[in-house]
């Protein structure tokens, strides 16, 4: 199926692009890798009178350390975060979940910032996102603003951006010290999407956990924090043995989707389990293994 007609339009600056945004609104549609809203405007889920292109846009790709924080630039590729030696030793779980998504053509040409601003409800980077309490930069031609991802993210393909918004920078957390982290997922081979998705990041101190954070993906509308299982690890012995006693906690409150993947219980009982190989994996990180 072909999208309806629609009109491209090629801003050479950032400054361009929000005037764009404030001229079209509802009317126009972003497009940065284009693996999500392609498909969507060929099936004609969505159709744009304009579509905006980033692509020559300068300054929207970098991945660079400010004081604790990490910024990553909204046109910074898959690939990229995958690559980043930055990312290797100052947040390796964004770097591994990077490395888990599609394929390598994929990874070269889609965006951290085209995803998270997507909101697939089975989209990778969330479930790390969600964990690592990471914080998206809007911008509009009356300002900028910082929102947490998991309040960004407001539903399946729906986010808190207003019309003449652009995502322009996606910060994370520098992380220093006794941390490990782990990305586990179950996916369907076709596309790559997870069924069920899990990050964990620990830190270590004394022989307990003195902070736990475990986002998921693939269970919900949107992604979700396992508080429960985070309350029941702090303080306790960083051991395998308490992780397995919490880990079942992670499907407490969920009400996964079924549908022609998995059902709603299978997915319940994979979040439980993954939680329990992410978290192993992380605090094996932790402890120097």
């Known amino acids: 199926m072909y999208p309806p007609e629609f009109k491209v339009l090629v801003p050479s600056s950032l400054e361009e692009a929000l005037k764009l945004l404030k001229e079209h609104g509802d009317n126009a549609k972003i497009l940065a890798g284009g693996h999500s809203l392609i498909p969507m405007m060929r099936l004609r889920l969505v159709k744009p009178e304009v579509v905006i292109y980033l692509g020559k846009v300068p300054g929207l790709r970098y991945i660079r350390e400010n004081g604790s924080t990490i910024?990553?630039?909204?046109?910074t590729t898959h690939g990229e975060i995958e690559s980043s030696s930055l990312l290797a030793e100052k947040n390796p779980l964004l770097q591994e979940t990077?490395?888990?998504?599609?394929?390598?053509?994929?990874?070269n040409m889609g965006t951290i910032g085209g995803s998270i601003a997507h909101a697939d409800p089975a989209a990778d980077y969330p479930a790390a996102l969600t964990a690592l309490e990471a914080t998206v930069v809007l911008k509009s031609l009356d300002g900028e603003r910082e929102v947490k991802v998991d309040e960004f993210i407001q539903g399946p393909y729906f986010t808190d951006a207003r019309p003449d918004e652009l995502l322009v920078e996606v910060r994370v957390p520098s992380l220093s010290g006794r941390f490990g982290t782990a990305y586990e997922k179950l996916y369907f081979r076709a596309t790559d999407f997870a069924i069920v998705g899990?990050?964990?990041?620990?830190e270590v101190d004394g022989g307990a956990f003195s902070r736990v954070?475990?986002?998921l993906t693939g269970v919900g509308d949107k992604p979700v924090r396992a508080r429960q299982v985070e309350e029941e690890l702090v303080g306790r012995e960083a051991s395998e043995a308490s992780i397995e006693k919490a880990a079942d906690l992670a499907s407490e409150g969920l009400e996964p989707p079924s549908d022609v993947r998995a059902s709603s219980e299978y997915r319940k009982k994979m979040a439980e389990v993954l939680t329990k190989r992410?978290?192993?994996?992380?605090?094996?990180?932790?402890k120097g293994g």
Do not use: C, F, N
């Open 71 to 75: 910024k990553i630039g909204a046109m």
């Open 98 to 107: 990077a490395s888990k998504i599609g394929d390598l053509q994929v990874r």
């Open 198 to 202: 899990v990050a964990a990041y620990v």
């Open 213 to 215: 954070r475990v986002g």
């Open 278 to 286: 992410a978290l192993t994996r992380a605090l094996s990180k932790a």
